[in-house]
């Protein structure tokens, strides 16, 4: 009883000097107004998102991937079956047209893979690369991921077989450990293969070509959830070890510029892709964000006037790309969405006759095997994500991507967070979501009737009435 009474009284000054503080605070009207009570206000808009994502949202609601699709990378990730009961949750604004006659277990092929870059003619380079895998590990940088994180990727994309971009911070010793064949990205920065001035270095890429498992390089215009803005890495993420890769001061804040400062048009940008394949002997890739066609259209023309301009592949992102931390006015309203970009930049390469000489990557929010498939049969050669990736190794959606604190160590800095991601266990979760995507984009190939996912065209899907813009004269 006397334990009840001390509790009692204990509560009771507790809250008395709660009363106190807020009354006499001048910060929030609400607390003045509403003492003690108003905190509940506070701790429901801090704590609401959490609570909206596990108590309140039905799962094909929440924003920017809903349960259902985080929930599908989980699973094929940890191994689990994820077969359905009792019909399908999803709305989907598009179909696959599948085949009376589907292709039987005995018939189907496996995929053969596709070679990026030519051996012959200008723009030929020393070392093309056979892609193996049709989906991959997009660009995420050393420091907005964890050391830990970064090491279980790469582990994990050799396990799997899938290529794994650095990002634009440059080549880390965490994403050669594994083995993996590697994508160097070089952007607006040139982080990784910079001078002393902050310009391309013929020595630094020379360097970073000499690594057997980097296979290519790829120029970066810019991301999707941030199409005009350079990246961003906070100070506090800017250790001694990240300042050195990139060439930067520690506890800096790392900005990037919004654009190349030596590519302001297509003859310039065809100019360094020249001289990066040149310097590397290996192909190159420009990475970009659709905005007007007619940018497309005046490139492809040059790479077909100049072919030792034309890249060997283009990654288009979707305006719905992620990052760790972008402005929301860009994030939300600038870039097409993928729905609409692949489409035409697929198109304009067909009329420009570069069918067989750039090839496409496609990304932005293709994290399960119906918009892998989709994108597909849009024209893309091959898919990149990096999102579902990040799923595949535990992220949980919690938004906290450029604090440091993220709960997964995923993208933490806190070094107890982060030693609570097992690389060897995550890579294993990696290697097991990029087969589960693969294996059920060819279950939608064989049921269209195709031996393999790489006779994937427009006429195998269509939309529904729910609609995807801008690929209806495409699927008919």
């Known amino acids: 009883m006397e334990g009840l009474v001390v509790l009692a009284l204990v509560v009771g000054v507790a809250v008395l000097a709660v009363y106190l503080h807020d009354v006499k605070q001048t910060q929030h009207t609400i607390l003045r107004n509403f003492p003690v009570i108003g905190h509940i206000r506070y701790f429901a808009e801090t704590w609401g998102e959490y609570m909206r994502q596990y108590q309140y949202l039905p799962d094909w609601a929440e924003r920017p991937f809903n349960r259902l699709e985080r929930s599908w990378v989980y699973r094929s990730a940890k191994g689990v079956s994820n077969l359905v009961s009792f019909g399908s949750e999803n709305v989907p604004s598009f179909i696959f047209r599948n085949a009376a006659f589907p292709t039987l277990d005995d018939d189907k092929k496996p995929y053969a893979g596709k070679m990026i870059g030519i051996t012959d003619g200008p723009g ?24 830990a994180a970064v090491t279980a990727l790469s582990r994990g994309a050799k396990l799997g077989g899938v290529w794994m971009s650095t990002g634009e911070g440059g080549l880390s010793r965490y994403h050669l450990e594994g083995g993996a064949d590697i994508v160097m990205q070089i952007g607006t920065a040139k982080y990784g293969v910079r001078d002393e001035q902050g310009n391309l270095s013929d020595e630094k890429l020379r360097e970073i070509a000499a690594h057997e498992t980097v ?22 993420k800017v250790t001694a070890e990240i300042a050195a890769i990139r060439g930067i001061a520690v506890g800096r804040d790392s900005i990037s510029p919004n654009r190349h400062r030596d590519v302001g048009s297509v003859a310039e ?17 420009v990475k ?15 790479c077909v006037d100049n072919p030792a301009h034309c890249p060997d592949y283009v990654q288009v992102d979707g305006g719905e790309g992620g990052t760790g931390a972008a402005p929301a006015p860009l994030a939300d309203y600038v870039g097409l969405p993928i729905t609409q970009a692949l489409p035409y930049v697929a198109g304009l390469r067909d009329e420009h006759g570069l069918h ?6 496609a990304s932005g929010k ?3 095997p119906d918009k892998v498939a989709w994108a597909l ?16 190794l535990g992220c949980i959606q919690a938004m906290k991507c450029g604090t440091g604190y993220c709960p997964t160590g995923v993208t933490a800095t806190d070094e107890r967070l982060i030693s609570g991601l097992d690389p060897a266990d995550k890579a294993v979760r990696v290697a097991r979501y990029a087969r589960r ?31 995807v813009a801008g690929f209806r004269a495409l699927a008919r």
């Open 124 to 147: 030929a380079c020393q070392r093309p690369y056979l892609a193996t895998s049709f989906f991959n590990i997009s660009g995420m940088s050393f420091g907005a991921l964890s050391h």
């Open 215 to 236: 296979r290519m390089f790829e120029i970066k215009l810019a991301q999707g959830a941030k199409p005009g803005k350079g990246g961003i890495l906070p100070g506090h």
């Open 269 to 285: 940008l065809g100019a360094m892709v020249e001289r990066v394949r040149r310097v590397t002997g290996k192909p190159v890739g």
């Open 288 to 302: 970009f964000v659709l905005g007007d066609p007619r940018f497309v259209d005046e490139w492809f023309g040059d």
């Open 356 to 361: 067989n000489r750039i090839r496409i990557v």
């Open 366 to 368: 293709l994290v399960t």
């Open 377 to 392: 049969c849009m024209g893309a050669d091959f898919v990149s994500s990096a999102r579902g990736f990040m799923f595949s």
């Open 437 to 467: 995507l693969r294996e059920e984009v060819e279950i939608i190939a064989h049921s269209c009737g195709l031996t393999d996912p790489a006779y994937f065209s427009p006429r195998h899907v269509t939309e529904t009435e729910s609609g």
